[in-house]
């Protein structure tokens, strides 16, 4: 099968084209040629009116619910939204049920996810169960597949077995994936800590408990001497202490959400149960400041921290809510809406290049002779997000009914074009 991709501008650092518009030639999955202008014959032509090329697009927290809760979302259904939201690869996380804390589990995500357009990399579990008490079979689960390893949701509340586990995980260069919470502090906390809150009348969540876990975790991978990631980061001091590290030549990364760059707590005077999310939404300054932060390259990946939640525990008293919203379709658009002024190559960075590069995964560079797995994706459209449009089994997202800038026009992955109609 032939495809023709006609004025394109590729946005790929590893790519003797960056930069420049061309028109490329797919041929059964592998890029054929790329010229300033190709006049072959195609089975699908498609006209990208420069809209950008980069490497396909890597989501390196997502949770699919599979096995367990297949009713808030399954293997294809997440993927769909994946696929609709530019990924060509998504990291799921492992709390499912049973949870992913074996060979065996991370074997059944992968061999479900082979014949989906898109490829499912599963975290596998620091802790048996996710319950910070027992290291799990980390070395079984990196050989049957296993990307990286976290608890996911859950933080590793005990230093000495985050220690261990960082220790662990260095005899095959393995990665760790923290979410940075202290949960001994404000454990009963619904939002931010702060003046809304107080106005509110809703218990807060000190941003402590986020900083205090990462100056723990940092100090810790200065003793293993192993490679450690953050995801979802929301402060100021925390992306203080993490450049920090990186200044001090540690393997310490970390990654953002679409939502905690989008919102603050001050959406939340609406109580939207879409905007409960954990970690919280935090301040207006501390929003500006990850704003900031991935402008300035401190920031290393946007991770989508997709988390489906069915209709009863979305639509119920704040209190009662589950954490958690939809995220993959939007990331992009979200992205670009608020940060206009980061560069095709920085998205390109920000959605795939640092994450494989970061979780040792293989690259797709835009060259000829190299297997094509790349993300078309357009700067200028005004878009509203409606519930029509939502490829998740849940409809969790506050971005719905709100006008987003850019689009994903599609992708190629294993072989097969996904376009967005």
């Given at each position: 099968?032939?495809?023709?991709?006609?004025?394109?501008?590729?946005?790929?650092?590893?790519?003797?084209?960056?930069?420049?518009?061309?028109?490329?030639?797919?041929?059964n999955?592998?890029?054929?040629?790329?010229?300033?202008?190709?006049?072959?014959?195609?089975?699908?032509?498609?006209?990208?009116?420069?809209?950008?090329?980069?490497?396909?697009?890597?989501?390196?927290?997502?949770?699919?619910?599979?096995?367990?809760?297949?009713?808030?979302e399954?293997?294809?259904?997440?993927?769909?939204?994946?696929?609709?939201?530019?990924?060509?690869?998504?990291?799921t996380l492992?709390?499912?049920?049973?949870?992913?804390?074996?060979?065996?589990?991370?074997?059944?995500?992968?061999?479900?996810?082979?014949?989906?357009?898109?490829?499912?990399?599963?975290?596998?579990?620091?802790?048996?169960?996710?319950?910070?008490?027992?290291?799990?079979?980390?070395?079984?689960?990196?050989?049957?597949?296993?990307?990286?390893?976290?608890?996911?949701?859950?933080?590793?509340?005990?230093?000495?077995?985050?220690?261990?586990?960082?220790?662990?995980?260095?005899?095959?260069?393995?990665?760790?994936?923290?979410?940075?919470?202290?949960?001994?502090?404000?454990?009963?906390?619904?939002?931010?800590?702060?003046?809304?809150?107080?106005?509110?009348?809703?218990?807060?969540?000190?941003?402590?408990?986020?900083?205090?876990?990462?100056?723990?975790?940092?100090?810790?991978?200065?003793?293993?001497?192993?490679?450690?990631?953050?995801?979802?980061?929301?402060?100021?001091?925390s992306?203080?202490?993490?450049k920090?590290?990186?200044?001090?030549?540690?393997?310490?990364?970390?990654?953002?959400?679409?939502?905690?760059?989008?919102?603050?707590?001050?959406d939340?005077?609406?109580?939207?149960?879409?905007?409960?999310?954990?970690?919280?939404?935090?301040?207006?300054?501390?929003?500006?400041?990850?704003?900031?932060?991935?402008?300035?390259?401190?920031?290393?990946?946007?991770?989508?921290?997709?988390?489906?939640?069915?209709?009863?525990?979305?639509?119920?008293?704040?209190?009662?809510?589950?954490?958690?919203?939809?995220?993959?379709?939007?990331?992009?658009?979200?992205?670009?809406?608020?940060?206009?002024?980061?560069?095709?190559?920085?998205i390109?960075?920000?959605?795939?290049?640092?994450?494989?590069?970061?979780?040792?995964?293989?690259?797709?560079?835009?060259?000829?002779?190299?297997?094509?797995?790349?993300?078309?994706?357009?700067?200028?459209?005004?878009?509203?997000?409606?519930?029509?449009?939502?490829?998740?089994?849940?409809?969790?997202?506050?971005?719905?009914?709100?006008?987003?800038?850019?689009?994903?026009?599609?992708i190629?992955?294993?072989?097969?074009?996904?376009?967005?109609?």
């Open positions: 099968m032939k495809i023709l991709l006609k004025q394109v501008a590729v946005a790929d650092q590893g790519s003797p084209h960056n930069g420049l518009v061309k028109d490329i030639l797919i041929t999955g592998i890029i054929e040629k790329i010229e300033p202008q190709l006049n072959e014959e195609a089975d699908e032509t498609i006209e990208c009116n420069n809209a950008f090329i980069s490497q396909g697009w890597v989501d390196i927290f997502a949770q699919f619910c599979d096995p367990g809760s297949e009713h808030k399954t293997l294809e259904t997440g993927t769909a939204a994946a696929a609709a939201g530019g990924y060509t690869q998504v990291f492992p709390n499912t049920n049973p949870v992913v804390h074996n060979k065996a589990q991370a074997e059944y995500i992968i061999q479900k996810a082979k014949g989906l357009h898109v490829t499912v990399h599963p975290l596998g579990a620091v802790t048996k169960q996710c319950e910070g008490k027992e290291l799990a079979e980390m070395y079984d689960m990196y050989a049957s597949g296993a990307v990286a390893f976290s608890d996911g949701t859950n933080a590793i509340q005990s230093a000495g077995l985050m220690v261990k586990a960082l220790q662990y995980v260095k005899a095959f260069n393995g990665v760790v994936i923290q979410v940075p919470v202290d949960k001994s502090i404000g454990q009963f906390g619904l939002m931010h800590e702060g003046i809304v809150s107080t106005r509110l009348g809703l218990p807060g969540i000190p941003a402590m408990a986020e900083e205090l876990m990462v100056a723990r975790d940092i100090k810790l991978a200065r003793y293993a001497g192993s490679k450690l990631h953050f995801t979802g980061v929301t402060t100021a001091k992306i203080e202490y993490i920090r590290a990186k200044d001090a030549g540690l393997h310490v990364t970390c990654s953002v959400t679409p939502y905690h760059l989008f919102f603050c707590d001050e939340l005077k609406d109580y939207d149960t879409n905007l409960k999310v954990n970690p919280p939404l935090r301040s207006r300054t501390d929003m500006m400041a990850l704003r900031e932060a991935v402008k300035n390259g401190s920031v290393d990946c946007i991770a989508s921290h997709h988390t489906p939640q069915d209709w009863d525990n979305k639509t119920c008293e704040f209190e009662y809510a589950k954490d958690g919203m939809i995220g993959l379709q939007t990331c992009y658009s979200a992205i670009h809406t608020v940060l206009p002024e980061l560069s095709a190559n920085d390109a960075a920000l959605f795939s290049l640092n994450a494989r590069r970061i979780f040792n995964l293989n690259t797709s560079v835009i060259k000829e002779g190299k297997i094509a797995e790349f993300t078309l994706f357009n700067q200028l459209p005004e878009t509203v997000f409606t519930k029509e449009q939502v490829k998740s089994k849940s409809q969790n997202s506050a971005f719905i009914n709100h006008t987003l800038t850019g689009k994903v026009i599609g190629f992955s294993k072989g097969n074009l996904v376009l967005n109609k």
